[in-house]
């Protein structure tokens, strides 16, 4: 029998107090030593960077494992470059997992950590090298409300997480009031009709994990009082101001409250000085929660175009407008900018190609095309991204663990691209 004892890092020098990473003493109550190795990478899915000090374990094979309650029976952790290699190994097959283990306490908190798994056992007969283990967020924190902000006219419940959708019930419908998510984990009502200063509501939010929880609340509306300054009625343009765009484009406008009332004729549009519409001559649609304004714009603009939100082009469900503004785009010349070709080699049939800028925004987004060009790209650094989008929703997917159903897998092109002015780069090519 051979044992491995690990210090993992509870050795250190007296001077400098400096941690010996990894450290293990191995003997054996035979003539040999288990001699098997494991070894390879752990990364993070969503930003393809390798994990330092990530725990590694092989777990005995069972019917319904759980690391949240099982320790692992042989385990290192990963070095500064997110390499591992796990040696004196007893044949047999094996369960791999890693997560970030932020307590040391070799047990897996969802809460907190992030984890990844092979999803086949591995059997181990002959040492295995090269794996690749992707780490990925799965947090299980039923959604709660941490705090609230009151206001006379508007009522805001701040989550402990982003949801992904939510519904409202009042207990009397009379009551009912819209409302919006303006953050990921925020919910805002907006008291349009004079209603008692408190409402009682279930509400039913749902994360990206496909977990929800229903909750009772009390909406509590603040007394007004003179020192209360309204809260403007804003909105921003994408593209926004002074932005390149192609005589035909999609142009949105977001707005901080539900719009109330659109007067097409005062949004007013000039092309090139030479003719004129409003926005009664384009389709436009409001979305869902009345916040934000889908319009494609198709003209024959050769110069500009210059768009006038006149003051009461807008009314927002608590009667105030938008301030006015003129919004000008400059009809973009292809010489200024730079493309981006390349092909897409995977024999998964649902797949989303994204080009990032350098502040992390998605700029570009393709979904199945396996031989893509990327026009009117700014010049600057960019990161190209494959995100195998297995349940075809269009959207990157976090795993389950207790389901084993891991992350939907992300492929990012080696190093950064960068994107010079009148200049193509051709062959950058992503394989799953």
């Given at each position: 029998?051979?044992?491995?004892?690990?210090?993992?890092?509870?050795?250190k020098?007296?001077?400098?107090?400096?941690?010996?990473?990894?450290?293990?003493?191995?003997?054996?109550?035979?003539?040999?030593?288990?001699?098997?190795?494991?070894?390879?990478?752990v990364?993070n899915?969503?930003?393809?960077?390798t994990v330092?000090?990530?725990?590694?374990?092989?777990?005995a094979?069972?019917?319904?494992l759980?690391?949240?309650?099982?320790?692992?029976?042989y385990y290192?952790?990963?070095?500064?470059?997110g390499r591992?290699?796990?040696?004196?190994?007893?044949a047999?097959e094996?369960?791999?997992?890693?997560?970030?283990?932020?307590?040391?306490?070799?047990?897996?908190n969802?809460?907190?950590?992030?984890?990844?798994?092979l999803?086949?056992?591995v059997k181990?007969?002959?040492?295995?090298?090269?794996?690749?283990i992707?780490?990925?967020d799965?947090?299980?924190?039923?959604?709660r409300?941490?705090?609230t902000?009151?206001r006379s006219?508007?009522?805001?419940?701040?989550?402990?997480?982003g949801?992904e959708?939510?519904?409202?019930?009042f207990r009397?419908?009379?009551?009912?009031?819209?409302s919006?998510?303006?953050a990921?984990?925020?919910?805002?009502?907006?008291?349009?009709?004079?209603?008692?200063?408190t409402?009682?509501?279930?509400?039913?939010?749902?994360?990206?994990?496909?977990?929800?929880?229903?909750?009772?609340?009390?909406?509590n509306?603040?007394?007004?009082?003179?020192?209360?300054?309204?809260?403007?009625?804003?909105?921003?343009?994408?593209?926004?101001?002074?932005?390149?765009?192609?005589?035909?484009?999609?142009?949105?406008?977001?707005?901080n409250?539900?719009?109330?009332?659109v007067?097409e004729?005062?949004?007013?549009?000039?092309i090139d000085?030479?003719?004129?519409?409003d926005?009664?001559?384009?389709?436009?649609?409001?979305?869902?929660?009345?916040?934000?304004?889908?319009?494609?714009?198709t003209?024959?603009?050769?110069?500009f175009?210059?768009i006038?939100?006149?003051?009461?082009?807008?009314?927002?469900?608590?009667g105030?407008?938008?301030?006015a503004?003129?919004?000008?785009y400059?009809?973009?010349?292809?010489?200024?900018?730079?493309v981006?070709?390349?092909?897409?080699?995977t024999?998964?049939?649902?797949?989303?190609?994204?080009?990032?800028?350098?502040?992390?925004?998605?700029?570009?987004r393709?979904?199945?095309?396996?031989?893509?060009e990327l026009k009117?790209?700014?010049?600057?650094?960019?990161?190209?991204?494959?995100?195998i989008?297995?349940?075809?929703?269009g959207?990157?997917?976090?795993?389950r663990?207790?389901?084993r159903?891991?992350?939907?897998?992300?492929?990012?092109?080696?190093?950064?691209?960068?994107?010079k002015?009148?200049?193509?780069?051709?062959?950058i090519?992503?394989?799953?």
């Amino acid at each position: 029998t051979t044992y491995t004892i690990s210090f993992t890092d509870g050795v250190k020098d007296a001077s400098e107090r400096n941690v010996a990473n990894n450290l293990k003493l191995v003997f054996s109550t035979g003539d040999q030593l288990d001699s098997l190795s494991i070894s390879g990478t752990v990364s993070n899915v969503t930003t393809g960077t390798t994990v330092e000090g990530a725990l590694v374990g092989l777990y005995a094979p069972r019917d319904t494992l759980d690391a949240q309650r099982n320790k692992p029976v042989y385990y290192t952790k990963t070095d500064t470059s997110g390499r591992f290699i796990i040696e004196n190994i007893k044949a047999g097959e094996y369960d791999v997992l890693s997560f970030t283990d932020r307590n040391n306490n070799f047990l897996f908190n969802p809460n907190g950590e992030d984890i990844g798994f092979l999803k086949e056992r591995v059997k181990l007969d002959k040492t295995v090298s090269g794996l690749a283990i992707e780490l990925f967020d799965q947090n299980t924190t039923p959604i709660r409300i941490q705090r609230t902000d009151s206001r006379s006219d508007s009522y805001t419940l701040n989550l402990n997480k982003g949801i992904e959708t939510y519904s409202v019930k009042f207990r009397d419908g009379k009551d009912s009031l819209p409302s919006i998510q303006p953050a990921i984990n925020q919910i805002k009502f907006f008291r349009t009709k004079e209603t008692t200063d408190t409402l009682s509501i279930l509400l039913t939010a749902v994360d990206s994990l496909g977990l929800s929880n229903t909750l009772k609340h009390t909406i509590n509306f603040r007394q007004k009082s003179k020192r209360e300054k309204p809260e403007e009625f804003t909105f921003r343009p994408e593209p926004t101001l002074n932005d390149a765009v192609e005589p035909n484009f999609a142009w949105k406008l977001l707005f901080n409250k539900p719009v109330g009332k659109v007067n097409e004729k005062r949004v007013q549009f000039s092309i090139d000085s030479l003719s004129s519409a409003d926005l009664s001559s384009f389709t436009s649609t409001i979305g869902k929660h009345q916040t934000e304004l889908s319009t494609r714009i198709t003209t024959k603009a050769r110069k500009f175009i210059r768009i006038r939100l006149n003051k009461d082009a807008f009314e927002s469900v608590l009667g105030d407008t938008i301030t006015a503004a003129t919004i000008t785009y400059p009809i973009l010349d292809p010489e200024n900018f730079g493309v981006l070709r390349g092909s897409i080699t995977t024999k998964e049939p649902n797949y989303i190609l994204e080009l990032i800028d350098d502040r992390k925004a998605v700029v570009q987004r393709l979904r199945n095309v396996p031989v893509y060009e990327l026009k009117n790209i700014k010049p600057g650094k960019y990161r190209l991204r494959l995100i195998i989008d297995t349940n075809n929703n269009g959207v990157w997917n976090t795993g389950r663990y207790e389901q084993r159903i891991a992350a939907e897998p992300i492929v990012y092109y080696p190093g950064v691209i960068l994107i010079k002015q009148n200049f193509e780069s051709d062959d950058i090519n992503l394989t799953y």
